[in-house]
C-alpha cells in the first residue's frame, strides 16, 4: 500500500549547525510533498511544501528538495536556532488523493 | 482568528463508555478529517470529508464514527472506546474537496486515555 518512511527519527545538532530530514515514498503518482512542523501541545503546522513539477524550493532558512526518480524528498534547515527544536513531518499525496504522513523526526537544537 | 478548535483537550474515560470528541473551524473550509498520532506512528487518517453529509474512511477507522451536518463541525464519535484508542486525536481542514493538494490547518490536539 502507499508508504511514506522518513528519517531520523530523532536528530540533535548544535545551534547553528543544519538539520536534514529525509522521506521516501512509495506511490510514484504522488504529486505534493508538505512539511509540517509540531511544536510541543500543538497541532502540526504547514511550514513548506513542494510540487512534482518542481524539483527544489526555498524559504529563508529551510529549504525542500525534491527527486522523483529515486522517490524521495528532503528538508534542510540552515542556521538552526532553540526555537527551531520540534517534531517535523514529512508527507506525500497519493494518486487516491489522500495525504500519507512519515513517522516524524524530533529535532533538538541545543544552544 | 481563522482556527480549528477541539473540545475536549484532555479525557480519561472507561472502556466502553460513548464519547464524543467535538471540531470546529472558522475558515469556511470544505475538507475536514481526523487522525490519530501514536509514537513511531506518525499522523494516520481515521475518517474525511469531503463536504457537507459527505464522509469516507480513512486509514484506521475501525471503533470510530463520524458526521458532518454542517460544514463547520465534524465531530469523532466513539462508541464503545478500548484501550487501544488511547491516543492524540487532531482534526483537520482545508479548503476545497480533496485536502490532499491545500494546506491543512490543524487543531491543537486531543488527549484520550481509555482505561
Known amino acids: 500500500g502507499e508508504n511514506v518512511e522518513q528519517h531520523p527519527s530523532t536528530l540533535s545538532v548544535q545551534e547553528g549547525d543544519s538539520a536534514v530530514i529525509k522521506c521516501t515514498y512509495s506511490d510514484s503518482a504522488s504529486n505534493y510533498f508538505p512539511w509540517y512542523k509540531q511544536e510541543l501541545g500543538k497541532g502540526p503546522q504547514l511550514i513548506i511544501d513542494?510540487?512534482?513539477?518542481?524539483g527544489e524550493k526555498k524559504d529563508q532558512r529551510i529549504a525542500v528538495t525534491l527527486n522523483k526518480t529515486a522517490k524521495h524528498f528532503s528538508l534542510h534547515i540552515t542556521e538552526t536556532q532553540p526555537e527551531d527544536s520540534a517534531v517535523y513531518f514529512c508527507a506525500a499525496r497519493s494518486n487516491t488523493g489522500k495525504l500519507i504522513f512519515g513517522q516524524g523526526t524530533t529535532l533538538q537544537v541545543k544552544p | 482568528e481563522a482556527q480549528v478548535t477541539q473540545n475536549p483537550r484532555y479525557l480519561i474515560t472507561v472502556t466502553g463508555k460513548k464519547l464524543t470528541v467535538t471540531c470546529s473551524q472558522n475558515?469556511?473550509?470544505?475538507?475536514m478529517s481526523w487522525y490519530r498520532q501514536d509514537p513511531g506512528l506518525g499522523l494516520r487518517q481515521i475518517y474525511y470529508?469531503?463536504?457537507?453529509?459527505?464522509?469516507d474512511k480513512g486509514d484506521v477507522p475501525e471503533g470510530y464514527k463520524v458526521s458532518r451536518k454542517e460544514k463547520r463541525n465534524f465531530p469523532l464519535i466513539l462508541e464503545s472506546p478500548s484501550p487501544n484508542q488511547t491516543s492524540l486525536y487532531f482534526c483537520?481542514?482545508?479548503?476545497?474537496?480533496?485536502?490532499?493538494?491545500?494546506?491543512?490547518?490543524f487543531g491543537p490536539g486531543t488527549r484520550l486515555t481509555v482505561l
Open positions: 470529508s469531503m463536504n457537507v453529509e459527505v464522509t
Open positions: 483537520a481542514s482545508s479548503r476545497g474537496g480533496t485536502g490532499g493538494l491545500n494546506e491543512q490547518f
Open positions: 513542494i510540487r512534482s513539477n518542481v
Open positions: 475558515m469556511n473550509h470544505e475538507y
